[in-house]
């Protein structure tokens, strides 16, 4: 190995290649054993061959005088040859982008710093640190701290031990959930593909387009901001409005009166009435289909409740709100809004009118946050109790509390599966009433054999199902949204292959769905069209969609889980539990005798599944759940009645979390910052970072930032195109910040006019930008309704990267190599991952803030801001202090020659004095020496 040096650049580390023999059949390409795909250089044997010589003696001879010298150097002289060789390099090294080029640069500081330190060579002056550390450097002092309450003294939970989620994770349905669908892996990479065939020869918007008068499509632009309508996608009752028109036989031959009176709730009607009159809280099991969802809330209306206050229905899912509201509407003879009216997130359908009212539980958890007692209320059902949303368990324990309060308010608690002698211990023994039989029942078809892929098995079903001349709709169910894009392709694209195929309308259903397309799951198909209804678990409960017969089941949901080594929720894929599998095969007996095809075994179905789902509060952050019950006033968790209490680890690390941002005390109780905190529906960390953004003055970028990192990743990397897609990245990145970066791409697209073509360009996802509009005005709209400042910094985005540094300084890490960093506070290795705008940077910062770590092949940082040393001490103090380094190694290098220089000199002014005077004392006369 050898050093080469030149004055334009860095030292940098050559190896010394030795050939002893090569190809002779290579003479006739013209290549060269060096460089085989550089033909253009000029090829002499005899020369090349000669130059080995030499090198070969220089080499050798080097070993004798034991280094490099400018006599003893191979490589002093340089052939032609060799100067081809390294314009060859050069011109490579000028294709290279800045980043790639930052990176390369930074291996060869690296490179040369070990070789001169480890002595094979030398030179007369180096940086032991390899960097160019002209600053002070800021050393910071790490402890952590526990605040009194936290210290193990205290109990928050009957449940010391986490909860998994799945029964068996070795089983096959666990292995299968963990790998996902081939069939959805390659369809994700032929979208991506698709993607990238951009029309190199387009000439709309060039010159030459201009000149030939080829005009550009009109891009779908969108208005201003602020005079854009963010919740004119969620009115779901405008596209509800029209009656929905029956299609199953059932619902065809029979007026609404005489199908309310075929359910099974009808024949119990008046004894229901009787055990809801003599109790305040009564626990009602029915089957899927025995008509308690709807009918309930009316038989208390014709009873008289709604005299004395709403009659309120909670539903875990806001489209199960929306179409169970509708039903009961047109049962009711009444307008949408009017009698009965629902109230999900973003819109609210009700009036003064209103009697009955349909609502997700999250919506009446808020109600309680302003009316403790619900006053507005006679009679409240919590419909789909089995299901355990976190929000249903919140208020079990809040509403056993208000009836106790409350003796004019009855409870109803209504579920589907067997497990009722839980619930009615939980709420003191309270009665519990079976509504006997169902509808119509459903005949269960088992595989065979384990399913590999579920999608592919759902499709080849639903094919056969469709092809065979029964009649009825199919709903198949799938565990997500991409899962389900892919079903709904492939149904369509494998029935275009058969010919003379029966017309098929799929349709797929779920949450992020836009309302107009979800609306049309419940309108009536054309003659001689059989439906096929593709949906999420979303579909599972309180949603009848009239002419379901057949339903394909695939075994598998996503489920919400809290890890809490690295604090994050994490969705993913698993197993259903024996009471979803039941729940999902009741939706096809509502209208008619149906039909459950479910593709895993009867073993694995009786093995391997749980006998019912865990509850979310087990399996979930509790961090906003604290701190709605600190607002509400509890201020002992362990006194608040969970019916399944959360593990203790997901608790702690809860409340550490909230103590850690200033939401709580020493002591545990609530904070003014933790109340306003609790008003945002954000993360507790992105809360601190808007409500510190308005003291720091730069609300209207963080508003931005916490939009940007409330939706999925804005950019995408398609296949062949990967380089394109980098560069295209690298233009929006600004050096010091990731989030920074967030901030600079929704400018630029708001500079562009929210346009979706130049989103296209850029590699950038239209619809999470359109998201992002979405979610930015939410928040702004609560700012406004807690009187909190919207300002703009300007150009000062230091103080942004000071805001971020305010919200997670206790995520912080600093630099141990060459882009590794480890966590402060535990040590953990974290790296920086190579689509940060941090990463080949140039000058790696000491300390950065991370907003989540993402565990793939590495524990990588996402969303990285350089911080300063110092912010994390002022705003962290309860776990750093600085220890300031006042210089740097070189410097201190510097000022110890420079002192010892001094020193030298003095010694030398000293000496030279003494000598003076002894001359001038010998030369007095007379003089006389003491």
Request: hydrophobic content about 35%; glycine content about 6%.
């Given at each position: 190995m050898a050093v080469r040096t030149r004055a334009d650049e860095t030292p940098r580390v050559t190896p010394a290649y030795r050939y002893n023999s090569w190809d002779p059949d290579r003479k006739k390409t013209g290549a060269t054993p060096m460089d085989s795909d550089n033909p253009d250089i000029p090829w002499n044997p005899q020369e090349w061959e000669e130059e080995q010589k030499r090198v070969d003696r220089e080499w050798y001879a080097m070993e004798d005088e034991g280094c490099f010298d400018e006599e003893h150097n191979p490589f002093a002289t340089m052939s032609e040859y060799t100067r081809n060789k390294e314009q060859a390099l050069e011109s490579k090294k000028k294709r290279m982008s800045a980043q790639q080029h930052?990176?390369?640069?930074?291996?060869?500081?690296w490179e040369t710093n070990r070789m001169l330190t480890s002595g094979v060579v030398q030179r007369t002056e180096y940086d032991e640190d390899f960097e160019e550390d002209n600053?002070?450097?800021?050393?910071?002092?790490?402890?952590?701290?526990?605040?009194?309450?936290?210290?193990?003294?205290?109990?928050?939970?009957?449940?010391?031990?986490?909860?998994?989620p799945v029964k068996d994770p070795t089983a096959d349905l666990a292995i299968v959930a963990r790998k996902g669908s081939a069939v959805v892996r390659y369809y994700r990479e032929q979208k991506e593909r698709r993607k990238a065939?951009?029309?190199e020869w387009e000439l709309a918007g060039t010159r030459l387009g201009d000149i030939m008068g080829v005009k550009k499509p009109k891009d779908d632009e969108?208005?201003?901001?602020?005079?854009?309508?963010?919740?004119?996608?969620?009115?779901?009752?405008?596209?509800?409005?029209?009656?929905?028109e029956a299609s199953s036989e059932f619902a065809l031959k029979r007026s609404i009166t005489q199908q309310r009176q075929f359910l099974p709730v009808f024949a119990a009607r008046q004894e229901l009435l009787n055990i809801v009159?003599?109790?305040?809280?009564?626990?009602?099991?029915?089957?899927?289909?025995?008509?308690?969802?709807?009918?309930?809330?009316?038989?208390?209306?014709?009873?008289?409740?709604?005299?004395?206050?709403?009659?309120?229905c909670t539903q875990p899912r806001r489209v199960a709100a929306m179409s169970v509201a509708k039903r009961v509407s047109d049962e009711m003879g009444c307008k949408l809004g009017e009698e009965v009216g629902y109230a999900i997130r973003f819109e609210d359908c009700t009036s003064e009118r209103t009697i009955i009212k349909y609502m997700t539980d999250g919506i009446l958890l808020r109600e309680s946050l302003s009316d403790s007692d619900l006053d507005n209320y006679s009679a409240i059902i919590m419909d789909e109790a089995h299901e355990r949303s976190l929000n249903t368990d919140v208020l079990f324990g809040l509403l056993r509390e208000v009836v106790a309060r409350r003796q004019d308010l009855k409870l109803i608690v209504t579920s589907a599966t067997m497990d009722s002698s839980k619930f009615a211990m939980f709420f003191g023994n309270a009665p519990v009433y079976n509504i006997p039989g169902r509808t119509f029942p459903v005949e269960l078809f088992f595989s065979k054999n384990p399913v590999e892929d579920y999608v592919d098995a759902a499709v080849k079903q639903a094919l056969q199902i469709h092809l065979q001349p029964h009649p009825g709709d199919m709903l198949i169910f799938m565990p997500g949204q991409e899962d389900i894009e892919v079903t709904c392709e492939l149904i369509a694209e494998r029935l275009g292959e058969i010919d003379n195929a029966p017309a098929l309308a799929v349709l797929p259903i779920y949450s992020q769905l836009p309302s107009d397309l979800q609306a049309k799951i419940f309108q009536r198909a054309p003659d001689g069209v059989r439906k096929c209804i593709v949906a999420t678990n979303i579909a599972e409960t309180s949603l009848t969609v009239d002419g379901i017969i057949y339903v394909i089941d695939s075994g598998f949901c996503k489920l919400k889980v809290f890890n809490p080594r690295i604090g994050m929720d994490a969705l993913q894929v698993y197993p259903v539990s024996q009471a979803n599998a039941n729940q999902r095969s009741g939706r096809a007996g509502r209208t008619g005798p149906g039909r459950c095809y479910r593709l895993y075994t009867e073993s694995q179905y009786k093995q391997d599944m749980l006998t019912c789902t865990v509850p979310e509060i087990q399996r979930t952050n509790l961090a906003n759940v604290v701190l709605l019950l600190k607002s509400l006033g509890v201020q002992d968790l362990l006194q608040f009645h969970f019916m399944d209490p959360p593990p203790e680890d997901n608790m702690l690390n809860s409340m550490y979390q909230l103590w850690i941002?200033?939401?709580?005390?020493?002591?545990?109780?609530?904070?003014?910052?933790?109340?306003?905190?609790?008003?945002?529906?954000?993360?507790?960390?992105?809360?601190?970072?808007?409500?510190?953004?308005?003291?720091?003055?730069?609300?209207?970028?963080?508003?931005?930032?916490?939009?940007?990192?409330?939706?999925?990743?804005?950019?995408?990397?398609?296949?062949?195109?990967?380089?394109?897609?980098d560069a295209a990245r690298e233009k929006f990145q600004v050096p010091e910040s990731d989030h920074l970066t967030l901030l600079?791409?929704?400018?630029?697209?708001?500079?562009?006019?929210?346009?979706?073509?130049?989103?296209?360009?850029?590699?950038?996802?239209?619809?999470?930008?359109?998201?992002?509009?979405?979610?930015?005005?939410?928040?702004?709209?609560?700012?406004?309704?807690?009187?909190?400042?919207?300002?703009?910094?300007?150009?000062?985005?230091?103080?942004?990267?000071?805001?971020?540094?305010?919200?997670?300084?206790?995520?912080?890490?600093?630099?141990?190599?060459?882009?590794?960093?480890?966590?402060?506070?535990?040590?953990?290795?974290?790296?920086?991952?190579?689509?940060?705008?941090?990463?080949?940077?140039?000058?790696?910062?000491d300390y950065v803030v991370y907003h989540e770590l993402v565990m793939t092949a590495k524990e990588y940082m996402q969303c990285v801001t350089s911080v300063d040393g110092h912010w994390l001490a002022e705003l962290g103090p309860m776990f750093y202090s600085v220890k300031e380094s006042t210089k740097?190694?070189?410097?201190?290098?510097?000022?110890a020659k420079e002192s010892q220089t001094q020193m030298e000199e003095e010694m030398a002014q000293a000496q030279e004095l003494l000598r003076q005077r002894k001359e001038e004392t010998n030369a007095t006369p007379g003089s006389v020496r003491k």
């Amino acid at each position: 190995m050898a050093v080469r040096t030149r004055a334009d650049e860095t030292p940098r580390v050559t190896p010394a290649y030795r050939y002893n023999s090569w190809d002779p059949d290579r003479k006739k390409t013209g290549a060269t054993p060096m460089d085989s795909d550089n033909p253009d250089i000029p090829w002499n044997p005899q020369e090349w061959e000669e130059e080995q010589k030499r090198v070969d003696r220089e080499w050798y001879a080097m070993e004798d005088e034991g280094c490099f010298d400018e006599e003893h150097n191979p490589f002093a002289t340089m052939s032609e040859y060799t100067r081809n060789k390294e314009q060859a390099l050069e011109s490579k090294k000028k294709r290279m982008s800045a980043q790639q080029h930052q990176h390369h640069k930074d291996n060869e500081k690296w490179e040369t710093n070990r070789m001169l330190t480890s002595g094979v060579v030398q030179r007369t002056e180096y940086d032991e640190d390899f960097e160019e550390d002209n600053e002070a450097r800021v050393h910071l002092l790490v402890q952590n701290i526990v605040p009194p309450f936290l210290d193990g003294r205290i109990v928050f939970t009957k449940q010391p031990e986490p909860v998994l989620p799945v029964k068996d994770p070795t089983a096959d349905l666990a292995i299968v959930a963990r790998k996902g669908s081939a069939v959805v892996r390659y369809y994700r990479e032929q979208k991506e593909r698709r993607k990238a065939q951009k029309k190199e020869w387009e000439l709309a918007g060039t010159r030459l387009g201009d000149i030939m008068g080829v005009k550009k499509p009109k891009d779908d632009e969108v208005k201003e901001e602020e005079e854009g309508d963010y919740k004119s996608d969620h009115k779901y009752a405008e596209h509800m409005q029209q009656a929905s028109e029956a299609s199953s036989e059932f619902a065809l031959k029979r007026s609404i009166t005489q199908q309310r009176q075929f359910l099974p709730v009808f024949a119990a009607r008046q004894e229901l009435l009787n055990i809801v009159h003599d109790n305040p809280v009564v626990i009602i099991v029915g089957e899927t289909g025995s008509g308690k969802t709807t009918q309930l809330t009316q038989y208390l209306h014709e009873d008289g409740y709604s005299k004395h206050g709403m009659i309120g229905c909670t539903q875990p899912r806001r489209v199960a709100a929306m179409s169970v509201a509708k039903r009961v509407s047109d049962e009711m003879g009444c307008k949408l809004g009017e009698e009965v009216g629902y109230a999900i997130r973003f819109e609210d359908c009700t009036s003064e009118r209103t009697i009955i009212k349909y609502m997700t539980d999250g919506i009446l958890l808020r109600e309680s946050l302003s009316d403790s007692d619900l006053d507005n209320y006679s009679a409240i059902i919590m419909d789909e109790a089995h299901e355990r949303s976190l929000n249903t368990d919140v208020l079990f324990g809040l509403l056993r509390e208000v009836v106790a309060r409350r003796q004019d308010l009855k409870l109803i608690v209504t579920s589907a599966t067997m497990d009722s002698s839980k619930f009615a211990m939980f709420f003191g023994n309270a009665p519990v009433y079976n509504i006997p039989g169902r509808t119509f029942p459903v005949e269960l078809f088992f595989s065979k054999n384990p399913v590999e892929d579920y999608v592919d098995a759902a499709v080849k079903q639903a094919l056969q199902i469709h092809l065979q001349p029964h009649p009825g709709d199919m709903l198949i169910f799938m565990p997500g949204q991409e899962d389900i894009e892919v079903t709904c392709e492939l149904i369509a694209e494998r029935l275009g292959e058969i010919d003379n195929a029966p017309a098929l309308a799929v349709l797929p259903i779920y949450s992020q769905l836009p309302s107009d397309l979800q609306a049309k799951i419940f309108q009536r198909a054309p003659d001689g069209v059989r439906k096929c209804i593709v949906a999420t678990n979303i579909a599972e409960t309180s949603l009848t969609v009239d002419g379901i017969i057949y339903v394909i089941d695939s075994g598998f949901c996503k489920l919400k889980v809290f890890n809490p080594r690295i604090g994050m929720d994490a969705l993913q894929v698993y197993p259903v539990s024996q009471a979803n599998a039941n729940q999902r095969s009741g939706r096809a007996g509502r209208t008619g005798p149906g039909r459950c095809y479910r593709l895993y075994t009867e073993s694995q179905y009786k093995q391997d599944m749980l006998t019912c789902t865990v509850p979310e509060i087990q399996r979930t952050n509790l961090a906003n759940v604290v701190l709605l019950l600190k607002s509400l006033g509890v201020q002992d968790l362990l006194q608040f009645h969970f019916m399944d209490p959360p593990p203790e680890d997901n608790m702690l690390n809860s409340m550490y979390q909230l103590w850690i941002l200033g939401a709580l005390d020493n002591v545990g109780g609530l904070t003014p910052l933790g109340r306003n905190m609790e008003e945002f529906p954000l993360e507790p960390a992105m809360s601190k970072m808007l409500l510190s953004s308005v003291i720091m003055g730069c609300s209207a970028e963080v508003l931005i930032i916490v939009s940007m990192l409330s939706v999925p990743a804005i950019f995408y990397r398609p296949k062949g195109r990967e380089e394109e897609s980098d560069a295209a990245r690298e233009k929006f990145q600004v050096p010091e910040s990731d989030h920074l970066t967030l901030l600079n791409v929704y400018l630029q697209w708001k500079t562009h006019k929210f346009s979706a073509t130049w989103c296209n360009e850029h590699f950038i996802h239209v619809k999470a930008m359109r998201k992002v509009r979405e979610v930015r005005q939410q928040m702004k709209d609560i700012m406004v309704q807690q009187k909190l400042d919207v300002k703009s910094c300007g150009t000062d985005w230091d103080m942004v990267r000071k805001c971020v540094c305010s919200a997670y300084f206790h995520q912080a890490a600093r630099l141990k190599g060459l882009g590794e960093y480890v966590n402060c506070r535990t040590g953990m290795p974290c790296h920086l991952h190579p689509t940060s705008a941090l990463f080949g940077m140039g000058l790696t910062p000491d300390y950065v803030v991370y907003h989540e770590l993402v565990m793939t092949a590495k524990e990588y940082m996402q969303c990285v801001t350089s911080v300063d040393g110092h912010w994390l001490a002022e705003l962290g103090p309860m776990f750093y202090s600085v220890k300031e380094s006042t210089k740097s190694r070189l410097e201190n290098r510097q000022l110890a020659k420079e002192s010892q220089t001094q020193m030298e000199e003095e010694m030398a002014q000293a000496q030279e004095l003494l000598r003076q005077r002894k001359e001038e004392t010998n030369a007095t006369p007379g003089s006389v020496r003491k």
